[in-house]
């Protein structure tokens, strides 16, 4: 038996069979006292609600009941999963709500109690993670539906989520983070914490939401990002000629022979407010 009474989750793998399938960029955290660790850096669960995106067979879900969560609403797309979950939610009477869907098809908005804000805590599998990132950095009205947002991806993204101008890993991803939450690397895992272990170390990333970031369409600010980084080695009047160039640049005082991964966040916002009101 393990820290909550429960079976191993080996052990549930086990009788379960559950094999992590790559197509569904499945990893299984199996170390309830890591997963009980990535739960703590949630902050405090005990008055809220708690979304989570691919449970598979339960390690942080088990990690977020064991540290209070009022109730876990968990998303899971592998039907061969439901039994396992159903059995912990048989142990946490009421504290389990297990939807059986697709993330990316999935409004998370819904699923939050009227008047309340959720938090978001998951172990993402690694092919849509920054995918259900992005969507939820870019949801309307802001301040969002959660108080925070704590989780993991392959240590490579988890850098680019949290890297400052100038850095190698400031990009696109960098600047839609640090516009509307402080992002935080807060844990890195290693490849043999995992089941099947991966072949790059893992980092928990905790966002919490700027109340008032700067006003800017985030659709606006994605493309203008979009455009400034996908030829990041060429000066911005080159990368951003499809979206009005040096003329765009000269509005927004910025000098055209510079490179993307130097602009501030700020600078991204006024660009991308000039291309919305031209």
Request: net charge positive; hydrophobic share 40%.
């Amino acid at each position: 038996m393990s820290i909550d009474g429960l079976p191993s989750l080996s052990d549930v793998i086990r009788t379960h069979e559950l094999a992590a399938k790559k197509s569904l960029g499945q990893n299984f955290l199996l170390d309830l006292n890591l997963t009980s660790k990535i739960a703590r850096n949630a902050g405090s669960l005990e008055d809220h609600v708690v979304i989570e995106v691919g449970p598979g067979p339960g390690g942080l879900t088990r990690g977020l009941l064991l540290n209070g969560a009022r109730k876990v609403v968990a998303v899971e797309r592998d039907e061969r999963c439901l039994p396992a979950l159903e059995e912990l939610g048989a142990h946490y009477p009421g504290k389990l709500e297990i939807i059986s869907g697709d993330a990316l098809k999935t409004d998370f908005s819904k699923l939050v109690p009227p008047g309340e804000k959720v938090r978001i805590a998951a172990n993402l599998p690694y092919n849509i993670g920054t995918e259900l990132l992005v969507r939820w950095l870019s949801v309307e009205p802001w301040p969002p539906y959660y108080a925070s947002m704590t989780l993991m991806f392959q240590k490579e993204v988890a850098q680019r989520i949290v890297a400052q101008p100038g850095d190698n890993h400031y990009g696109r991803l960098a600047v839609l983070a640090n516009w509307r939450t402080v992002p935080k690397i807060v844990m890195e895992l290693p490849p043999e914490a995992f089941t099947p272990p991966p072949k790059v170390t893992s980092a928990v990333v905790h966002l919490v939401p700027r109340e008032k970031p700067l006003a800017c369409d985030a659709a606006t600010l994605s493309r203008v990002t979009e455009a400034a980084f996908g030829q990041r080695r060429k000066m911005l009047r080159q990368s951003l000629k499809s979206l009005g160039g040096e003329a765009l640049l000269d509005r927004a005082g910025i000098d055209p022979r510079r490179r993307a991964e130097t602009l501030s966040v700020e600078e991204f916002v006024d660009l991308a407010r000039l291309l919305k009101v031209h």
